[in-house]
C-alpha cells in the first residue's frame, strides 16, 4: 500500500496552466503505475493520464492529449500532470492514483490506492 498526496489546484483563467504534484510514501514508488483521474460536479470520475512504473509508457484522454504532461520522478516519490491550455470544461477534483496491477492503464478499476483529491478551477 501507498499513500499518495495531491498538490497544485487552484484557480486558474482559461488558457493558463497547473502543475498537480502527487507524492506518494514507500521505498517501492518504481514499482507502481500511476495515474490521474478527474470528478466534476454531477458527473463520473474520468481517466486523464497514466503513466508506468519507470516513465516508459505514458496513456491520455482524448480529451487532454496535445494539453497535459505526465511525468515523474522516482527519485522523489513524485507524479506530476502538466496542464496546459486548460479549458472551463477541466474544472473538476483530481486525483492521484496508483497500481501495481495497471493492464489497460485507463480503468479507475485497476487502481488500489487514491489520494485525497485537489480542485483545479478554470475560469472563463
Known amino acids: 500500500q501507498v499513500q499518495l498526496v495531491e498538490s497544485g489546484g487552484g484557480l486558474v483563467q482559461a488558457g493558463g496552466s497547473l502543475r498537480l504534484s502527487c507524492a506518494a510514501s514507500g521505498r517501492t514508488f518504481s514499482s507502481y503505475a500511476m495515474a490521474w483521474f478527474r470528478q466534476a460536479p454531477g458527473k463520473e470520475r474520468e481517466f486523464v493520464a497514466a503513466?508506468?512504473?519507470?516513465?516508459?509508457?505514458?496513456y491520455y484522454a482524448d480529451s487532454v492529449k496535445g494539453r497535459f504532461t505526465i511525468t515523474r520522478d522516482n527519485a522523489k516519490n513524485t507524479a506530476y500532470l502538466q496542464m496546459n491550455s486548460l479549458k472551463p470544461e477541466d474544472t473538476a477534483v483530481y486525483y492521484c492514483?496508483?497500481?501495481?496491477?495497471?493492464?489497460?492503464?485507463?480503468?479507475?478499476?485497476?487502481?488500489?490506492?487514491w489520494g485525497q483529491g485537489t480542485q483545479v478551477t478554470v475560469s472563463s
Open positions: 503513466i508506468s512504473g519507470r516513465g516508459g509508457s505514458a
Open positions: 492514483a496508483a497500481s501495481l496491477r495497471a493492464r489497460t492503464f485507463m480503468s479507475e478499476y485497476e487502481y488500489d490506492d
